[in-house]
């Protein structure tokens, strides 16, 4: 399917491509409020250049962009971010409180993501990430508001993806951008309009209870919508949180079939991840040839698998740190 580059909606939300790996995976969303902008999640250093041209088309300098606002620290939503705070010189980065350490310092995000990807790699996917400076950050713990010049934008922790993570609550259109926490839904999975989403158990803070406990919180706001990073605006959200319950449970019972099988876990977690999403698209009515099926899928469930090993490994109080 063709995806342009920024794709419009109400109430001056927009989705911008962060050309994350391939078209339409990772959108960067922008907010204008009478002029003044606000970007929820960054993509990568690579991803800053679309946003540019984005505000240009739009006719929005960049010093008026207010506030850089963050999902959560993993690399595909916040490694643009330090690209961010150098081009757009009023900006302050808004991001929750376990995470700002690590935008004031990287090195530690750096070298996990290194250790995962290879110096080489990382370099190439993620580019350079430089520290940013501490009276630019702004920490944003749960309930806390910023106001975006007169619009008011609310600050949910949610975790459950992770324990460094807000989804933020737009009181204008009345609907969250959750980041990775009401799960992914690539528009090439859409039939008639109907959506399909599915949740994210990716390394390393996975965590079902909260997850399941995330999802209820934004379903009793009763929003409008949901602007997921992967990717962008979905609707009939009451029947999504239950099809994300259902599927975290799937994916724990998974996990804890293949507890005991050692090395061979990760292979068997892949094989009925697939399998799982694999019949749940078909009932959804999805009729895209299995390869491309696959290929969409095959990262998703790659990091899905990690982050269901990780949680069968950790102890009872894995929850507690960073």
Not at 42 to 71: C, H, M, R, W
Not at 112 to 128: L, W
Request: glycine letters at 6%.
């Amino acid at each position: 399917m063709s995806l342009s580059l920024v794709t419009d909606y109400k109430y001056g939300i927009s989705a911008i491509d962060a050309q994350f790996h391939r078209p339409g995976r990772a959108a960067i969303h922008l907010i204008v409020e009478k002029g003044v902008a606000a970007l929820v999640d960054t993509g990568t250093s690579f991803s800053i250049p679309g946003v540019v041209a984005a505000l240009k088309q739009k006719n929005i300098a960049t010093e008026d962009l207010a506030y850089v606002i963050l999902t959560h620290i993993h690399l595909d939503h916040a490694g643009g971010a330090s690209e961010c705070m150098r081009l757009f010189p009023r900006a302050k980065l808004v991001v929750h409180p376990r995470g700002a350490s690590h935008m004031a310092n990287p090195a530690r995000l750096v070298a996990g993501a290194m250790s995962v990807y290879g110096e080489a790699e990382f370099k190439r996917v993620y580019g350079e990430i430089i520290p940013i400076d501490v009276e630019r950050i702004v920490e944003a713990p749960d309930e806390s508001r910023i106001d975006l010049n007169g619009r008011s934008l609310l600050f949910l922790d949610t975790p459950g993806h992770a324990r460094h993570h807000n989804c933020i609550y737009d009181e204008r259109s009345q609907s969250f951008f959750t980041g990775d926490t009401f799960g992914v839904s690539y528009r090439e999975f859409d039939v008639d309009g109907r959506e399909f989403v599915f949740p994210t158990t990716s390394p390393v803070q996975f965590d079902p209870v909260a997850a399941h406990a995330s999802i209820d919180r934004i379903i009793s706001y009763q929003p409008h919508y949901a602007y997921l990073t992967h990717y962008s605006q979905i609707g009939s959200l009451e029947k999504h949180a239950q099809s994300l319950h259902d599927l975290i449970d799937a994916h724990v019972e998974i996990a804890q079939r293949a507890k005991n099988n050692g090395t061979d876990r990760k292979a068997i977690i892949s094989k009925a991840l697939s399998e799982l999403l694999l019949k749940k698209l078909s009932e959804h009515g999805c009729q895209l040839p299995l390869p491309e099926i696959n290929e969409l899928l095959s990262s998703d469930i790659r990091l899905n698998a990690q982050g269901l090993i990780h949680w069968l490994d950790q102890p009872s109080e894995r929850f507690k740190q960073l």
